[in-house]
């Protein structure tokens, strides 16, 4: 079934609820983006698929999570490459609202705020950004409830077993710590939805894929490569129960001049607080995330891999 496009709150609900009716689904996933999009949201779209009978992508430039207008602006868009990449992954629905749409009275007055989570690692350096970014996670997840555009003649009946159908939502791990706090906004504030986390996709020589990484010359993308290589190695000592000695791996990361290294440390996957300074220095043991931020020329590339010993 080709992909259909809809602008609306209202549309989407209307298509999505026609959808799982004429499926006989029983699960509905969303997989947000803002666009420009790659093939980690592929791999987002794709997982999404082969979970779920019905699959809404949202694609939408938020304007809250934009510290400076700039940016903003300097944002890629190109609908048309973006609805052929989810068409391809099999996505039934793609919503691409207007900020009138989302927004329709101007900038919200209530506002979702990250707490303390979001002041730490890229929080300090894009204040007020988790802020605007789980608002409109807020929205965009009760915009993709599924069954909520059926007519309210009763308890919507799935096709498998009746019930409500399952509702997941798809993010990221590069954006760790965007996915620790939509996972403990959904917490928290009770949301009735899934997330499930997507592994990060590299290219083959292990750069992260970011919609940034199109603002690399080849200089600075060879350069970049020292952060994913830095992970890496922290990885191995991981498996191989050594001490982490992040500072080795820091000294590489400074070593290469066109790197601004912003942090790098090993945190804890869930609250993002770093481990405890023995970890490094002893053999690792156990669950951690080592996660690193730096400019590379004109763009802030982030990066992070699992630790687990
Ligand atoms: O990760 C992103 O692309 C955005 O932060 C999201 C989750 C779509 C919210 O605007």
Known sequence: MPTQLVTTAAELREASARLLVQKAGSSQGLVPTMGALHEGHARLARTAVEQNDVVVASIFVNPLQFGDTVDLDRYPRML?????????QGVDLVFAPPVEEVYPGGEPLVRVTAGSLGEKWEGASRPGHFDGALTVVAKLLHYGIPGSGLPATGAFV?????GLPAYRAYFGQKDAQQLALVRRMVSDLNFPVEIVA??????AD??????????LSAEEREAALVLSRALRLLAERATAHQPLDLESAQAMVESQPLVGLDYFDVVDPRTLEPLAENCRKVPFRGEGLAIIAAKV???????????SS
């Open 80 to 88: 048309d490459a973006d609805l052929a990449l989810l068409e391809e």
């Open 158 to 162: 799935s096709g498998r077993g009746g």
């Open 198 to 203: 997507v592994p990060t996709v590299r290219s």
């Open 206 to 215: 292990g750069l992260a894929l970011s919609s940034r990484n199109r603002f």
């Open 297 to 307: 020329g004109p763009v802030r590339l982030i990066d992070n891999v699992p630790l």
